[in-house]
């Protein structure tokens, strides 16, 4: 819905309505001005869908720019932006925001309720070959959306269409020589697509900071933490303070627009949760790059806490590569992480966590072999990019957790 000015202010009260904050206004990238306004005249703008195309009614950059030479400087932010592209429906997302009780308003964007998503025909082929035999296409892309795309699973139900497209290439960015390009098309529920709003309680200042550079950081950290507080699926790409958001905007007047404005307190970044880290999904060059690079050693030496030492290389020419590696990792208690197990994928921690740069152990599953493949470990982290499944029990090996007698030659 629409809102007056006045009804704004009676919903935020007038403390917060009749705040001043400033942002930027954009007409397009070479073109940005500051605008200073009250919370409750901001709101109303921003809840106001007006008709045409995505650009038809400008941007809003969260931050004040510098007007001095150094152009495109980000000085001072009164609000923070979060977009959830992924999400669950419109009432779940406002649900979520009451509940967090800070004042904000939402809006759906331009590409709010697309019911068709394109995926490259190769990346979509090589994901069903990654997911294993006797797999329909619908139910591999079904699957893609949620698990490598992010969508609310609510996206899939009642499964999805999908259709061989040849893109030609104007429609496409121009990166390949090629002049078409194949994609499958998905047809599937409307997405989601909002835009939240969140006024500051105390402005972001980037002369708080050393350095530019560590002001943006900052910046974009909030962002983070923000929709780590939010808890749903957001776009990360979009946490700088100089990204150009569109302001609300509809195709025409026949699709369905949404906006609310909700009360609550003023954000204090202060109170915000650190960033969750981000979740590592399934990527086609990510995995024919570790395909290539990871060379099985010609020997392995590992000795496991019984003193027993053996040649992992060898074992994986005879029963190694039928090992059951789940069975054995269950058996052995091994350390799972929070996502346990998705799509064929058993979450563990990484044996090889030690020499992971930040420590953390996540990102790391493995696939338990199937009828005509062995199977494999994967790690997200790039210190176990090059290394072969086996580095990993040779790791679980070192460090106690599976010996020789016990799992693998027994
Ligand atoms: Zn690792």
């Given amino acids: 819905m629409a809102y007056t000015e006045q009804q704004i202010l009676e919903i935020l009260g007038p403390d917060i309505g009749n705040r001043t904050i400033s942002y930027s206004w954009a007409r397009n990238l070479h073109s940005v001005s500051t605008q200073t306004r009250t919370i409750a005249e901001a709101f109303s703008i921003w809840t106001k ?12 950059v969260p931050a004040v720019m510098s007007t001095s030479k150094r152009q495109g400087v980000a000085v001072e932010a009164n609000v923070l932006l979060l977009d959830l592209d992924r999400g669950p429906s419109w009432p779940r997302i406002v649900e979520r925001l009451r509940g967090l009780g800070w004042a904000c308003c939402a809006y759906t964007t331009a590409s709010h309720g697309a019911t068709a998503t394109d995926v490259l ?11 294993g035999d006797a797999l329909s296409l619908g139910a591999a892309a079904s699957r893609y959306l949620i698990e490598v795309l992010g969508h609310d699973p609510a996206v899939a139900l009642g499964g ?19 002049t078409t390009v194949e994609v ?27 350095e530019y550079r560590l002001a943006k950081s900052d910046f974009s950290d909030l962002v983070m933490r923000l929709g780590t507080a939010v808890g749903l699926e957001f776009d990360r790409s979009c946490s700088n303070p100089n990204s150009l958001f569109f302001l609300p905007t509809i195709p025409d007047n026949k699709g ?7 009360a609550g307190k003023l954000l204090d970044p202060a109170g915000l949760p650190p960033a969750a880290p981000r979740t590592w999904r399934w990527h086609p060059d990510g995995a024919r790059k ?14 496991d806490r019984d003193g027993k030492e053996d040649d992992l290389a060898e074992w994986f020419t005879g029963p190694g590569r039928r090992f059951a590696l789940l069975d054995a990792l269950e058996d052995a208690g091994a350390e799972t992480t929070e996502r346990a197990e998705s799509a064929g994928h058993h979450h563990f921690q990484c044996p090889r966590v030690g020499y992971h740069t930040n420590g953390r152990g996540d990102g790391f599953f493995v696939e338990p072999a199937g009828i005509k493949k062995s199977w494999h470990a994967y790690c997200c982290h790039d210190s176990c990019q090059d290394e072969h499944d086996l ?4 790791a679980w090996i070192e460090s106690g957790v599976l010996t020789w007698a016990d799992h693998l030659r027994k």
């Fill in 160 to 178: 999805v269409r999908v259709e061989k497209v040849a893109l030609t290439k104007p429609a496409i960015e121009r990166k390949a020589r090629q």
């Fill in 121 to 131: 025909a190769a990346t979509l082929e090589a994901w069903k070959d990654h997911l």
């Fill in 49 to 60: 869908h007006a008709v045409g195309a995505k650009s038809a009614a400008g941007s809003i």
């Fill in 290 to 303: 570790r395909a290539k690079s990871r060379e099985m050693p010609a020997v392995l030496i590992a000795t």
């Fill in 256 to 262: 369905r627009a949404e906006s609310i404005v909700l």
């Fill in 184 to 210: 499958y098309r998905l047809t599937h529920r409307p997405i989601t697509k909002v835009r939240i709003v969140f006024p500051l309680e105390k402005p972001w200042l980037a002369k708080n900071y050393d």
């Fill in 391 to 394: 580095s990993f029990i040779a």
